[in-house]
Each structure stands twice: as C-alpha cells, then as structure tokens.
C-alpha cells in the first residue's frame, strides 16, 4: 500500500479550505446550525418578499428568501428595498431578539444592504 505525504496532499488540503471558506450561508444553513453563526457577519443574497415597520418602535424589516427559506432583516440604516427587488445584505445573525414585543427565532440585523436589481414595477 503507498502512502501519501502531507506534502503531496497539502495543495489538495489548501484548495479544499480556500473553496469551503469561500461560499457564503444560505437561510437554510442558518436555521440548521444557528449557533454557528450567532452574533457573526453573514452575507445574504435574495429577493425581498415582504415588509413591515414595527408600530411601537418604528423599526423597519424586510423578509428575505434566497431560494432555500426566508428570513426577517431589520434595516439599521437607509431606506429598505422594495419588495421584489434582489439584494445582497450583510449583517449580523440574532437569535431571539425581542423588538418591540415581536420575538424573533432568527434576525439578521443589516450593516449593509445592495440592491442587486430593483423590483419590477406594478409590484
């Protein structure tokens, strides 16, 4: 039986990590494992599919799916996509946060959020 060396296997160990590192979350990985990505930065990218202002705080969300779920964003800062429009967020992942009465299991709380392509109008 041969045996490989760390050195013949370590260009194949490299790319694997560099390749794995590279992809970002989906909202399906971050209902899975949570933990993992609690109080880290995430970046999202999807159509936004609902929102809402929170009546007693004035807090503004967006529902975000990217194909494998949906997730509530809270917009910290500027005016939130419209709903229909493909946006790439980046934000910190919160697992049952309260606002304003309202608990959320999961809460990406946007640093930054791209608007990709703008919803179709009549939307």
């Not at 390749?19 to 990218?45: A, K, M």
């Not at 609902?50 to 004035?58: A, I, N, S």
């Not at 429009?85 to 709380?109: C, D, R």
Request: proline share 5%.
């Amino acid at each position: 039986m041969r045996h490989l060396s760390v050195v013949t296997l370590l260009p194949f160990i490299i790319l694997s990590l560099l390749l794995t590192g590279c992809s970002e979350p989906t909202i399906s990985s971050l209902r899975r494992n949570p933990e993992d990505y609690r109080n880290t930065s995430v970046t999202l990218e999807g159509q936004i599919t609902g929102d809402m202002t929170q009546p007693k705080t004035g807090a503004k969300f967006v529902q975000l799916d990217d194909g494998s779920g949906e997730i509530w964003v809270l917009m910290v800062a500027g005016t939130p996509p419209h709903v229909g429009a493909q946006v790439k967020v980046t934000g910190t992942l919160q697992t049952g946060i309260e606002v304003g009465g309202v608990v959320f299991q999961l809460l990406l709380q946007a640093d930054k959020a791209d608007v990709l392509e703008q919803a179709e109008s009549g939307e």
